[in-house]
């Protein structure tokens, strides 16, 4: 015996073949809640969930002071489209893009996804893309773009209702649009204040070269700096030349440690380049944690092998509240509280 569908969905249904059946005419204003209320004899929370539905379904348009609009077809065509802006970190971007596909399964949204970053001009990286999408039928990836803002010249894409940007720190408050971004000001100081815990004295941030058109990266360090000030600790930054010789050269990083000396707690930006601090202190002779604590960004599979104590920017709360501000239609900004994951390169023997 099956069971019978909810309220609501019944009359959703009922409502969406008026409309299909030419019921009404484009552009006008449909039932209220309280004549939903009189006509289907269902309680106002009942009449609001229909009204909800059928919006999320773009049938309707909620509009405070108007009514409930119905869309018309050419509008409808714009407003199933939401373009996504995403950064390829190849270290945390295929579980959040499954994440991310996942929630937006549950809605009725064609997307249109613009990868740009450092490695989106991979032809690699766009297999990987092809093979991921090909489960989630009306989602395209877009030729990779180096900056961001180019996909604003493209006639296909301005005229779409929704365009968000997920992780993408660089452009903020520059194009207007919602964004959706983990909160690296709060990541800084929080991992700073997690290394003082430890019993940690000095505090060395390994990051890439420094770029103040990179806010994420400009609030991590100016929190973590700011932070070593007010508790007197010793602060130093090692920036990752751009020919990887640090990511590849234990010794260099080993001389680093030695001019900083030990109970140095290393702040990395991504998870996957603590690897090389481990292997050059291990070397030298220095215990972790004991002389040196290791903590990594974004709590990748990466630092679940090697035990690394890590960043959670919280992937899944991050593509659930895309949907959602997608949903809402509005064009704030999102940011969304990190958390530290404890492991061994940082849990200190008592």
Same mark, same amino acid.
């Given at each position: 015996?099956?069971?019978?569908?909810?309220?609501?969905?019944?009359?959703?249904?009922?409502?969406? +073949?008026?409309?299909?059946?030419?019921? !009404?005419?484009?552009?006008?204003?449909?039932?209220?809640?309280?004549?939903?209320?009189?006509?289907?004899?269902?309680?106002?929370?009942? /009449?609001?969930?229909?009204?909800?539905?059928? +919006?999320?379904?773009?049938?309707?348009?909620? #509009?405070?002071?108007?009514?409930?609009?119905?869309?018309?077809?050419?509008?409808?065509?714009?407003?199933? =489209?939401?373009?996504?802006?995403?950064?390829? &970190?190849?270290?945390?971007? /295929?579980?959040?893009?499954?994440?991310?596909?996942?929630?937006? @399964?549950? =809605? $009725?949204?064609?997307?249109?996804?613009?990868?740009?970053?450092?490695?989106?001009?991979?032809?690699?990286?766009?297999?990987? !893309?092809?093979?991921?999408?090909?489960?989630?039928?009306?989602?395209?990836?877009?030729?990779?773009?180096?900056?961001?803002?180019?996909?604003?010249?493209?006639? &296909?894409?301005?005229?779409?209702?929704?365009?968000?940007?997920?992780?993408?720190?660089? $452009?903020?408050?520059?194009?207007?649009?919602?964004?959706?971004?983990?909160?690296? @000001?709060?990541?800084?100081?929080?991992?700073?204040?997690?290394? *003082?815990?430890?019993?940690? #004295?000095?505090?060395?941030?390994?990051?890439?070269?420094? *770029?103040?058109?990179?806010?994420?990266?400009?609030?991590?360090?100016?929190?973590?700096?700011?932070?070593?000030?007010?508790?007197?600790?010793?602060?130093?930054?090692? &920036?990752? &030349?751009?020919?990887?010789?640090?990511?590849?050269?234990?010794?260099?990083?080993?001389?680093?440690? @030695?001019?900083?000396?030990?109970?140095?707690?290393?702040?990395?930006?991504?998870?996957?380049?603590? #690897?090389?601090?481990?292997?050059? /202190?291990?070397? $030298?002779?220095?215990?972790?944690?004991?002389?040196?604590?290791?903590?990594?960004?974004?709590?990748?599979?990466?630092?679940? /092998?090697?035990?690394? =104590?890590?960043?959670?920017?919280?992937?899944?709360?991050?593509?659930?509240?895309?949907? @959602?501000?997608?949903?809402?239609?509005?064009?704030?900004?999102?940011?969304?509280?990190?958390?530290?994951?404890?492991?061994?390169?940082?849990?200190?023997?008592?």
């Amino acid at each position: 015996m099956t069971s019978r569908p909810p309220k609501y969905h019944e009359i959703k249904e009922t409502i969406k +073949q008026g409309i299909l059946s030419g019921q !009404w005419s484009e552009g006008v204003t449909i039932y209220s809640e309280r004549e939903i209320c009189e006509k289907f004899g269902v309680s106002r929370t009942t /009449a609001i969930r229909v009204l909800n539905e059928l +919006q999320k379904e773009n049938f309707v348009r909620r #509009e405070k002071g108007r009514g409930n609009i119905l869309i018309s077809s050419d509008e409808k065509k714009v407003t199933n =489209t939401v373009c996504l802006m995403l950064r390829t &970190e190849r270290h945390f971007y /295929a579980p959040f893009l499954h994440q991310l596909l996942r929630y937006f @399964e549950l =809605t $009725h949204y064609q997307l249109l996804i613009f990868p740009f970053g450092p490695f989106s001009e991979k032809k690699t990286l766009q297999k990987k !893309w092809e093979m991921v999408l090909k489960a989630r039928p009306g989602a395209y990836v877009i030729n990779a773009q180096k900056e961001a803002p180019l996909f604003l010249l493209d006639n &296909e894409v301005k005229n779409t209702a929704s365009i968000i940007f997920t992780l993408n720190y660089e $452009h903020a408050e520059k194009i207007p649009a919602a964004y959706v971004l983990t909160d690296y @000001e709060k990541g800084g100081l929080m991992t700073a204040n997690y290394a *003082d815990s430890c019993g940690y #004295e000095n505090i060395l941030c390994y990051t890439n070269p420094l *770029d103040k058109s990179n806010t994420g990266q400009t609030a991590r360090i100016d929190a973590i700096r700011s932070f070593c000030k007010q508790r007197r600790k010793s602060f130093s930054i090692l &920036e990752r &030349e751009k020919n990887l010789q640090y990511d590849n050269n234990p010794e260099m990083i080993a001389d680093t440690l @030695e001019k900083i000396g030990k109970n140095v707690a290393v702040l990395c930006d991504y998870d996957a380049r603590c #690897e090389v601090f481990l292997n050059a /202190a291990r070397k $030298h002779g220095w215990r972790v944690p004991e002389d040196l604590g290791v903590i990594g960004y974004f709590n990748t599979p990466t630092s679940q /092998a090697y035990g690394i =104590t890590s960043v959670d920017v919280h992937s899944d709360e991050i593509a659930r509240t895309t949907v @959602e501000v997608l949903q809402k239609g509005t064009n704030n900004t999102v940011l969304i509280a990190p958390s530290i994951v404890e492991r061994s390169t940082t849990r200190r023997r008592t």
